[in-house]
């Protein structure tokens, strides 16, 4: 009798550990599988593509960001995307310069396996022009 009552003691316990956890404020973000898949950088005259597909079957939401291999920060103010993406649709972020060559890479985050989302960074030289580089995010 003694081993069942100290059983429940000790899955009691445990479950009040867990219950403080979950109080904790950045918890769930803890909690949540975060992937993070980034580009090798690449140069890029004109314009700089970062997209991403989800893959998986579930929606899922993606951050998109177009960052400076010098600073890790955003290119000359990009805009940072945020989308949920259904199974099968993609999005993207594209960024041109005003002049000049730069190089660049890009950052997707999202909650769930690295499977689930493909996302790669594309140079052109026009906006509206075909890809002359690539780099597939990893």
């Known amino acids: 009798m003694k081993k069942t009552v100290r059983r429940y003691w000790t899955l009691g316990a445990a479950a009040l ?10 918890f769930a973000a803890v909690a949540a599988e975060r992937t993070v898949l980034t580009t090798s950088a690449i140069d890029f005259k004109d314009t700089l593509v970062c997209s991403a597909t989800n893959v998986g079957n579930i929606p899922v939401t993606v951050r998109i960001q177009l960052l400076s291999p010098q600073t890790g920060e955003a290119l000359f103010g990009s805009i940072t995307v945020s989308a949920t993406l259904e199974p099968g ?3 993207g972020n594209e960024f041109t310069l005003p002049v000049g060559y730069t190089p660049g890479y890009c950052r997707v985050v999202f909650s769930g ?8 960074v594309c140079s052109k030289a026009a906006q509206n022009g075909g890809c002359e580089g690539v780099s597939e995010a990893r």
């Open 17 to 26: 550990g867990v219950a403080a956890l979950l109080t904790l404020p950045d």
């Open 89 to 91: 649709i993609g999005t």
């Open 113 to 120: 396996p690295a499977s689930s989302v493909r996302a790669a």
